[in-house]
């Protein structure tokens, strides 16, 4: 083992994957805290097993076992967490309920800097984006667990056929059957893609000003002209979500209207822009109300969601827990 068992030098080996391996178990699990509970427990199984490791594969390798087995054991029961989109069909305005489901339901923001290690090569950095993005990870939910694994490590992480079949202590021929079949039922799901936006183009950049002008002047008319006409709004932990203009403004002119007044702080999410949302209190300044992940698609916003589940998302993020006028 050499220095890799050493005990001063094995902490910080280990940290060399924690993020890595945090977007890896984020992928398999639809959760921010899963994951690095994940994490967490693959890095305690280690370090208590690491006499047992023999070097027979790289110490990255062998946390990949660890952390595919501590998620396989976590989704053993079958959950699966989802979009509001994946639970039911999109609701007029005129018929829409407020109906919270439990947190395990639905999936989670993360940020980047949790999940996605640096990459000096632009086109590998842009497809670890794109594999966090809420609509692909929400689309990997639908793969049963160890096919999930195989996709993920095969697709998103570039491991040969024969390295996962040893992960996963199987066969390469089971290896390619299961990444067929996962591949199979992706494409059915059919994950809408976004445009690339690290670093933001100036396209980009200008929309994003325009939408930051629009809702916090909560001019409707500018705000429905940056929108896709069949964009869609959902609100976590609420199941119900809306798409197009009009039921759009519908929402935001009626149930929405408190959030006039409103002010938005940018900040990344799953590899898409984001905002900070914060509303105005009562007692002056802005509480949080919101975490908005947005979704670009050929310049214009295809998608707002608007995590409300404020007091985990904004400690999440490093996001102030007000604002002041």
Not at 4 to 14: G, Q, T
Not at 28 to 43: C, H, I, K, N, W
Not at 163 to 183: H, K
Not at 212 to 239: C, G, I, K, N, Q
């Amino acid at each position: 083992m050499g220095n890799v068992a050493a005990p001063e030098d094995l902490e910080a080996r280990l940290e060399e994957y924690r993020t890595e391996l945090t977007g890896y178990c984020y992928r398999m699990l639809g959760s921010a805290f899963e994951a690095e509970d994940a994490v967490q427990d693959t890095m305690v199984r280690a370090w208590r097993g690491i006499e047992k490791f023999e070097g027979r594969s790289s110490l990255r390798s062998w946390l990949y076992r660890i952390a595919t087995n501590v998620c396989l054991d976590a989704l053993t029961a079958g959950n699966k967490r989802a979009r509001p989109m994946d639970l039911t069909a999109s609701t007029p305005v005129a018929q829409a309920q407020l109906n919270a489901r439990p947190e395990v339901t639905w999936l989670e923001p993360v940020p980047d800097g949790r999940v996605l290690p640096q990459a000096a090569d632009p086109a590998e950095a842009a497809l670890s984006r794109e594999s966090v993005r809420l609509a692909f990870v929400a689309a990997l939910q639908h793969l049963p667990a160890k096919q999930r694994a195989v996709l993920i490590l095969r697709e998103v992480l570039a491991w040969k056929a024969s390295e996962v079949a040893e992960l996963l202590n199987t066969s390469v021929a089971s290896v390619n059957s299961a990444l067929q079949r996962a591949r199979a039922t992706l494409a059915a799901s059919d994950p809408a893609r976004t445009d690339a936006a690290d670093p933001l183009d100036a396209e980009q950049r200008g929309l994003l000003d325009r939408y930051v002008a629009a809702f916090e002047a909560y001019d409707m008319a500018a705000l429905t002209a940056l929108l896709h006409e069949d964009a869609t709004l959902s609100m976590p932990p609420y199941d119900l979500w809306l798409r197009g203009h009009d039921d759009i403004v519908g929402w935001m002119l009626g149930v929405g209207e408190v959030c006039r007044g409103s002010r938005l702080v940018a900040t990344v999410a799953n590899g898409t822009p984001a905002f900070a949302h914060y509303h105005p209190d009562p007692e002056g300044g802005f509480s949080p109300w919101a975490l908005m992940v947005i979704e670009i698609v050929d310049g214009k916003v295809s998608g707002i969601t608007s995590f409300l589940d404020v007091k985990r998302w904004f400690p999440l993020f490093d996001l102030p827990d007000r604002l002041e006028v």
